[in-house]
C-alpha cells in the first residue's frame, strides 16, 4: 500500500475490506509505500485503504506539504486471489468520493467505484491507467517519460499546479474542486470556491516552470521533457516584426528540432526551424513572427504551433503561441488606406491623399490624386472633383453646403483670421476629414517631412514623388473661373493646417522648386493626414 501525492511520508495507512472492517494498518517510508505481509486473508469484493497525514514535497512549488489530518483514498474490486497492490492519490480520492454518493455505504461504492476510477483516468488525461495500483514517477527526483508511471506522475503534477495557480490552494480545496468541476464526468475548467479548476492550463504552467514558486532545476518542472516559450501572446503590425524564444526543459540524447508553423501565413510568417543539442539544450533560440502588408483593413489573430522532433523528444507537444496582428489599413469614407512612417521623424501618414482610390503608381498618376479641399472646410461634398461651383459665401464654418464656393479670398465669412479653423481640422474638430486619431498636419509637421526632410531632399515634383510620401501632381482647383482645374500633371500643392491670418499655410512644388507659402482659403488643394 502506499500514498502518492508526490511518495508522501509518514502516512498511516489502513486497509479495509468490503464490510469495512480494518485489515492492518502501517507507516509508509521514504518511498510513500508500505507492505502489510501479516494479512493472511483478503476477502474479494470492495477493498480500499485510507492514508491519513504524512509529507510530501510539492512537485510544483517544492515545498514541504503537511497533510495533517487529511485522508486521501484509494478503493477497487479485488479477485481474492494474488497480491494486492493499492496506492491512494488524488485522483483515487476523487474517484472515491465520486462513488460515495450514500453517506460511507459501501455496497453503493462497490457498485460504482470501477466505473468512476475509470472515468477520473480519462478526465486526467491517463486513459487505461489503473490509478489504483499505478506507482507513479517522483517527478521532484526522475524525468517522466512516455509510460504508464511517467502519465500518471504528469497528471498528479498538473493537480499540485492547480494549487499553485489558485494561491497556493490545500490539497482538500484543490480535491475538493475537482470533485465538483468531475460531476459531469468532464474537468471542465471553472472556479469552485478559491480554487481554479483547468486542466489544460495546470500542466502547461507546471511543464513551463511558470509560477512564483515553480522549480526547474532537475527537480519538478525541470524533470519533465518538454519545451517552454518565453511567452504565449505577441503583438505586432503589418510589416512589422516581433519575437519569443523556445528552449527544452531537459537535456536531449541527441538533436532536436523545433519548427515553428503559421496557420495564417498570408496574415503571419515564422522563421526557420531550429535545432538544439546536447550542448545548447538549455539556451533559448528565438522565433521571428513577421506581420504581412495584405490588402484588407481587418485585425488578424494567428495561432502559433511547434512542431518538435529528434532524440528523446518524439512526440512531445509545447503550448502555441498567439500572434495578434494589427491591420495598418483603415477604412475611412468607403476606401481603405495604409500608412507609411517617415524616415526622418518618424511620424505615421496616410499612404495617399485624402479621396485617392490607390498610392500613386507615377507623379501623374490621376488615381492618386484625391478630393480637393478649400482650407479648413468639411469633408462635405465639396471636395470631390465633380462637384459644381456656387459664388455664395457661407455664414458658418461647418454647414456650408455640398457646392465649392469660388471667392477672392475665403468661402466663408464666419472665421477671417482661420483661427477656428485651424482647430476644426485637427483630429475630433468639427471639420475634421482625416480617419479617427488623424489630423490636417501641422504647418511644421508637414515642413519636417517635405522641404525639410534629410533623408530625401525634395527639391522638385520629382523627388517629393520618389520620397516616402509619393505625393503625386495632383494641381489645384482654381478660387474663381467656376472652380475649375488647373496644373494637374504639373504642381503639388498640400495644405497644412496652418494659417497667418487671412492666408493658409500650403506647400508648392513646381519642376523647379519646392517652397512653403500662404495664400487664400478659397482655393481647393490636396490634403494629406498625419497620425497624432
Known amino acids: 500500500m502506499g500514498e502518492y501525492n508526490a511518495p508522501t511520508k509518514g502516512a498511516s495507512c489502513t486497509l479495509y475490506n468490503s464490510a469495512g472492517v480494518a485489515l492492518g494498518t502501517s507507516l509508509t517510508g521514504d518511498n510513500g509505500q508500505v507492505d502489510l505481509k501479516g494479512i493472511a486473508l483478503i476477502p474479494r469484493g470492495l477493498v480500499s485503504v485510507a492514508c491519513k497525514g504524512g509529507t510530501y514535497t510539492d512537485e510544483a512549488t517544492g515545498k514541504l506539504i503537511d497533510l495533517g489530518q487529511m485522508v486521501i483514498r484509494a478503493a477497487t474490486i479485488y479477485s481474492g486471489t494474488g497480491p494486492l497492490m493499492m496506492l491512494s492519490s488524488p485522483l483515487s480520492e476523487v474517484a472515491y468520493q465520486l462513488a460515495d454518493t450514500n453517506s460511507g455505504d459501501r455496497t453503493v461504492i462497490a457498485k460504482a467505484i470501477m466505473r468512476q476510477n475509470i472515468a477520473v483516468a480519462a478526465a486526467f488525461g491517463v486513459t487505461g491507467i489503473d490509478i489504483t495500483t499505478t506507482t507513479p514517477t517522483d517527478i521532484n527526483t526522475n524525468k517522466a517519460t512516455n509510460d504508464d508511471a511517467g502519465k500518471f506522475g504528469m497528471a498528479l503534477a498538473a493537480v499540485s499546479q492547480m494549487g499553485e495557480n489558485s494561491a497556493d490552494s490545500s490539497p482538500a480545496e484543490t480535491i475538493t474542486a475537482l470533485v465538483a468541476d468531475m460531476a459531469d464526468g468532464n474537468i471542465d475548467g471553472r472556479v469552485v470556491g478559491k480554487q481554479t479548476v483547468d486542466m489544460t492550463t495546470a500542466m502547461n504552467n507546471f511543464s513551463n516552470g511558470e509560477g512564483a514558486n515553480n522549480i526547474t532545476d532537475g527537480k519538478g518542472a525541470g524533470n519533465v521533457i518538454g519545451v517552454t516559450n518565453s511567452v504565449a501572446f505577441i503583438t505586432l503590425g503589418e510589416a512589422t516584426t516581433n519575437t519569443y524564444t523556445v528552449v527544452l526543459n531537459t537535456q536531449p540524447t541527441g538533436n532536436v528540432t523545433i519548427t515553428p508553423n503559421s496557420n495564417d501565413t498570408g496574415a503571419a510568417t515564422v522563421s526557420a526551424a531550429m535545432t538544439f543539442t546536447s550542448a545548447n539544450w538549455s539556451t533559448p533560440q528565438t522565433v521571428t513572427v513577421t506581420g504581412v502588408n495584405d490588402a484588407d483593413a481587418t485585425d488578424e489573430t494567428v495561432t502559433i504551433s511547434h512542431t518538435i522532433t529528434g532524440a528523446g523528444y518524439a512526440g ?99 472665421d477671417t483670421s482661420g483661427a477656428l479653423r485651424t482647430v476644426a481640422w485637427a483630429d475630433g474638430g468639427a471639420n475634421d476629414i482625416c480617419p479617427a486619431g488623424f489630423s490636417v498636419p501641422t504647418e511644421a509637421e508637414l515642413t519636417a517631412d517635405t522641404i525639410g526632410a534629410t533623408t530625401t531632399n525634395i527639391t522638385n515634383i520629382d523627388t517629393v514623388f520618389s520620397s516616402f510620401l509619393k505625393i503625386p501632381t495632383a494641381g489645384y482647383r482654381n478660387r474663381a473661373n467656376n472652380g475649375s482645374f488647373h496644373s494637374a500633371g504639373s504642381l503639388v500643392l498640400l495644405w497644412s493646417r496652418g494659417t497667418n491670418g487671412v492666408k493658409a499655410h500650403n506647400l508648392n512644388i513646381s519642376s523647379g522648386t519646392a517652397t512653403s507659402s500662404y495664400i487664400d482659403h478659397a482655393y481647393g488643394f490636396s490634403v494629406r493626414c498625419i497620425k497624432n
Open 316 to 414: 512531445v507537444t509545447s503550448a502555441n503561441v498567439i500572434a495578434s496582428v494589427t491591420d495598418d489599413e483603415i477604412f475611412f469614407n468607403n476606401l481603405v488606406y495604409s500608412t507609411v512612417t517617415s524616415p526622418d521623424t518618424g511620424k505615421v501618414w496616410l499612404d495617399r491623399n485624402l479621396g485617392a482610390t490607390q498610392v500613386a503608381t507615377s507623379k501623374t498618376d490621376s488615381a492618386a490624386y484625391g478630393h480637393y479641399y478649400q482650407w479648413g472646410r468639411n469633408d462635405d461634398g465639396h471636395e470631390s472633383s465633380s462637384s459644381a461651383a456656387v459664388a455664395t459665401i457661407a455664414s458658418s464654418i461647418t454647414n456650408a453646403g455640398n457646392l465649392f464656393i469660388t471667392s477672392d479670398i475665403d468661402w466663408t465669412n464666419a
